[in-house]
């Protein structure tokens, strides 16, 4: 209980940083104003889901994870390809143009500061493939301010759970103890 106490009053806290990120394509030319149905813009969605999960694909390759680094002025992560490839946890439906994007660190301030530089980032690269096609419907990327949550462990709650763990421990080794020592009687 102790030990868990103060390990957890010495840890250092870390923080987490998230977004949510909406990827939208306007339809051309607006239902409104087209000579025949456009199915509801389904299409539109359809390629917006699609394009959504380029975005979380790029969110985990290692690639864009050291670029966000490099421009937010930090030192990238280190390890392999596969661990940096890890460094952000994007989630996103099945079938729905929006992403959460969660990234940790020591520091609250390079938290939400990766964040708004991914961000920035996504946002170039949308921009390039959009001059790259000429096209000025291309999709775009709606993004919600950085918010930052302390995940710091409630230090009582591990010591709490050290001692319960303890005491199931010293009961299981009394018993397993007292059967040993029992001498069998013949029978």
Do not use: H
Request: glycine share 6%.
């Amino acid at each position: 209980a102790v030990v868990g106490y103060v390990g957890t009053v010495q840890r250092p806290p870390t923080y987490e940083a998230s977004t949510t990120l909406t990827v939208e394509k306007p339809q051309s030319p607006p239902q409104a104003s087209s000579q025949f149905y456009q199915f509801d813009e389904y299409y539109s969605q359809l390629a917006s889901t699609l394009f959504a999960d380029t975005i979380a694909n790029w969110l985990r390759s290692p690639g864009p994870v050291v670029e966000i680094y490099q421009k937010a002025g930090l030192p990238p992560p280190e390890g392999s390809a596969a661990v940096v490839g890890r460094t952000f946890r994007v989630s996103k439906g099945e079938d729905t143009t929006v992403l959460t994007l969660t990234v940790q660190d020591r520091e609250s301030g390079n938290a939400a500061k990766i964040i708004e530089t991914a961000k920035s980032v996504l946002n170039a690269k949308v921009d390039e493939l959009r001059q790259r096609n000429n096209d000025s419907s291309y999709f775009t990327i709606a993004a919600t301010p950085a918010e930052v949550f302390n995940l710091r462990q409630n230090p009582v709650l591990t010591g709490l759970l050290g001692a319960v763990s303890g005491l199931i421990v010293s009961l299981v080794l009394a018993f397993v103890l007292a059967s040993l020592r029992t001498p069998r009687r013949p029978t």
